[in-house]
Every structure is written in C-alpha cells, then in structure tokens.
C-alpha cells in the first residue's frame, strides 16, 4: 500500500483536503491525524470493521481501548450515558483539550472500540486540523497513537512514516503536537474521580475543578498481568525505543560518576546543558525545570536513542509532580518500571 501524505497548514485550512481526507476515513480507511497531544491513527469509530484494522495496523493487543474522538461537546449527548455533573464541569473547563474522560458508554460505540468494556473514552482535540476533519466526517474517529504499538509515539508526520509507511492510506501532516504526550485520561465511573494516565491536564488542575481526584496506582506501578486495563497505557510496555532504558535518580554527581564508567553502547538521556558533563553520548530532552519541555521533546528524543544506536540508555527523572508526572509516567513505561537510586 502506498501510504499519500497530505500537508494541511493548521492556520490554513485547505477544505478540499479536509475533505479528502473526510471521504477516505468515511469509506474505512485508516488515516493518521494530527493532534495537540499526539498523532493519532484514526478510524470511523462506529465502523467495526475499520477500527478492527487499526489494531492490525500497530500490532496492538485487542483488550487495549482506544479514545473516541468528537468534533463537539454537543456530541458526548448522543454516545455516553449517565454522564455526572463532574465530567459537564471538566468539560467546560479543559474541551478542548488535552483531557479524556471516561464515561459509560451508549450502545453505539462498538465493543470493539472499547475492548469490550461498558464504558469508553471521550475527547474533544483543540487540533484545528483533527477537529476539521472530525467535522467533514460526522462522526467520532477512534484514534490511538499513530505508532507501531510499544514504540515511542509519534510527534511529527515523520514519525508516523517511519513507523506506519505503506500500512495505513495516508498521513496528514499538520506540523509538530504542541503537547507531545497523549492526553490525560480520568474515569468517571467510580466514586471518586481516578487519574488512569498523567497528561497535559495535570492532576493539580483537575482537582481544582471538581475537587478530590486520586491517581490510580497503576500510574507509577504498572498493571497486573491479569488485570483489565480500563485506559489506554495502562497495562502493556509502551514508548520504548529498542534500547534497553533505565531510569536513574539521586545526586547528579554520582549519577555522572556512575554511567560515565559504563562501557561502549551507553547513552546518557539528560537534560540540556548536562551532556558536557558526561564521557558517552548523549541526547537531551529538555530543560531540568521546564517540564512541559520535556513532555514536548520526549518521544522524539527517545526515537532518536535508536537512531544513533543506543543498547544501554540511562535515563534522568523527571518531576514527578504537575506534568512531570506524565513525562515520569511514559519513561516508567519505556523502562519496564527499572528504576536506579543511588
């Protein structure tokens, strides 16, 4: 399959492109899209048939739920149900947006979408390309990264290309995510309010909304093997390059000492300016106080881990608060949760 990529300039749209792209996600093809938090590979999320290639596309396992994405907040009416007051006050606040929520779902969303669970995953893109094209369709698009799934997700359209080339019927590059790690995901179906993946809507800002919000353990723990993951990231290894990556924690100097003993093949993932400082080569995601840098810059540095041919990659952490928490959360996750403390 030739995979056409379509450039759409988000500050000038091209509706003859738009709907182009609307005519091949209406006829079942897959097509990558561009958000603020992530591409995205889109389907029409109430075709079964078609979101079922996503998951052939990315390799990913079926029991991993994918986001429903709208065009408007009007939208959620027709696809959730019992919708509380908490998720119309979130909604208000940060739709458009970095956010998901999860709600019970009306029994128009496949099953398939949501991996068989009774519930599903809402989000409205601030993307003015996504949400072009959500309009130009006229229904939800499923959308899990655009990326081999496990694999760093994709920031730019040249990601998706490397990873999903001549498996999916085309990309449209929008230009570089704002966010660069995918949304936020917090359920609304249990009693109090559950942070299931740290994004660019920080837990902080939530509870400043609706009030108690607890992070599921799973955030910094993992999932347990038999368990059902209610989020996507949640139970399976995911943003890894083919690097073996390790986080490591405690007093720079000693962390300097330490990985600059290493032998030939390590790499050093550090915050800008540290690179100096190290014997072994080096790539930066960011400044150590600016995490939102970090979370724009991650995915694309650990991509290029593998491009310089990295086996060992010793990484430095992040904070764990605000949206530290979401780049801790992803590099957790790419290390397997092998964490260094010294």
């Not at 000038?12 to 738009?18: C, G, K």
């Not at 309009?135 to 994709?154: Q, T």
């Not at 996507?232 to 490591?248: D, E, N, R, W």
Request: charged share 20%.
């Amino acid at each position: 399959m030739l995979t056409e990529v379509i450039k759409i300039n988000p500050d000038n749209i091209d509706e003859e492109s738009i709907s182009h792209v609307a005519k091949l996600l209406t006829g079942g093809e897959l097509v990558a899209i561009p958000t603020e938090t992530v591409y995205g590979l889109a389907a029409n999320a109430l075709d079964k048939t078609a979101v079922e290639a996503i998951f052939s596309a990315k390799g990913r396992p079926q029991d991993n739920p994918l986001i429903v994405h709208l065009a408007d907040k009007s939208w959620l009416l027709k696809y959730a149900v019992d919708i509380p007051d908490n998720a119309y006050k979130l909604i208000e606040a940060f739709w458009p947006g970095p956010l998901t929520i999860i709600l019970k779902k009306s029994l128009i969303i496949p099953d398939v979408v949501s991996a068989g669970l009774d519930t599903a995953a809402f989000r409205l893109p601030s993307h003015p390309v996504a949400k072009a094209i959500i309009e130009a369709v006229g229904v939800p698009l499923a959308a899990p990264s655009a990326n081999i799934s496990g694999s760093p997700s994709p920031t730019t359209a040249a990601h998706v290309l490397s990873d999903l080339g001549g498996r999916i019927a085309a990309i449209v590059d929008g230009g570089e995510c704002s966010v660069g790690v995918e949304s936020t995901v917090v359920s609304l179906c249990g009693e109090i309010p559950t942070v299931l993946r740290p994004g660019g809507v920080t837990t902080e800002m939530l509870r400043e909304v609706i009030g108690n919000v607890v992070i599921d353990a799973a955030v910094l723990n993992g999932l347990e093997d038999d368990a059902k993951a209610t989020s996507p990231g949640m139970k399976y290894k995911h943003y890894a390059p083919k690097a073996h990556v390790v986080i490591i924690n405690g007093e720079f100097n000693k962390i300097v000492n330490m990985v600059s003993a290493m032998g030939e093949g390590t790499t050093m993932l550090c915050f800008d300016g540290e690179e100096a400082l190290f014997n072994l080569p080096c790539v930066t995601y960011g400044a150590r106080e600016d995490s939102a840098e970090q979370a724009r810059r991650l995915f694309d540095a650990l991509r290029r881990l593998d491009d310089i041919g990295a086996k060992t990659v010793y990484a430095r952490c992040p904070a764990k608060t605000g949206m530290g928490l979401a780049v801790y959360n992803r590099l957790l996750r790419a290390a397997g949760f092998e964490v260094i403390e010294i």
